[in-house]
């Protein structure tokens, strides 16, 4: 079995500019790789897990996606932290693009992309982590039984949502782990 570190993508990895999909508009988070670095030597795999409404919505195609997505592996192994896998939810209920609307299961807050990553991984779930910065993130960490989730960020939550710590940054992390 091994633990992991879910991270989402836009506002934990890169700077939420809203709907990233450009080289030139992805700029990492302050602490990103030194945080990895960290979560690598204590033996944790990184897997991303993040909603794309963007492709749903018609703003950037999913072949515009998966290239950024290729570029943000290559600068995570450069920096000696290898991601282990991405998944992506393309879907939004309300998409321009029918293909792509529909209530699906992998769509955070539902827990669909971690399940699937358990079935492609020996994923000790108890054992691992979600670090995300919408509530959208903890519910799906909650649902699917992730032992410890981190909301970064000040996104106001409902009380009986409980987190294992909020973090205003992403180095904050190190004294939780």
């Known amino acids: ?5 879910f991270l989402d993508r836009d506002g934990v990895i890169n700077v939420d500019y809203g709907y990233v999909f450009k080289r030139d508009q992805f700029e990492f988070i302050d602490g990103l790789f030194t945080v990895c670095r960290l979560l690598h030597d204590l033996s944790y795999e990184l ?11 018609g703003y950037y195609s999913e072949h515009d ?29 309300e998409a321009t693009i029918s293909n792509y609307r529909q209530n699906c299961r992998c769509r955070k807050p539902s827990p669909g992309m971690i399940e699937q990553a358990c079935q492609k991984y020996p994923i000790d779930l108890q054992n691992s982590i979600l670090i995300g910065d919408k509530t959208s993130d903890m519910q799906a960490a909650k649902t699917a039984g992730i032992g410890k989730f ?4 000040k996104e106001v939550f409902e009380e009986q949502l409980v987190v294992s710590a909020r973090l205003d940054n992403l180095l904050q992390l190190e004294s939780f782990i």
């Not at 897997?47 to 919505?57: E, F, K, M, P, Y």
């Not at 290729?70 to 282990?84: H, R």
């Open 65 to 93: 996606f998966l290239d950024l997505t290729v570029w943000m592996c290559e600068q995570f192994k450069k920096q000696g932290v290898p991601l282990l896998d991405v998944f992506y939810c393309p879907h939004h209920p």
């Open 47 to 57: 897997i991303v897990i993040t909603n794309q409404s963007g492709i749903a919505r």
């Open 150 to 153: 981190y909301l970064l960020g």
């Open 1 to 5: 079995m091994i633990k992991v570190a």
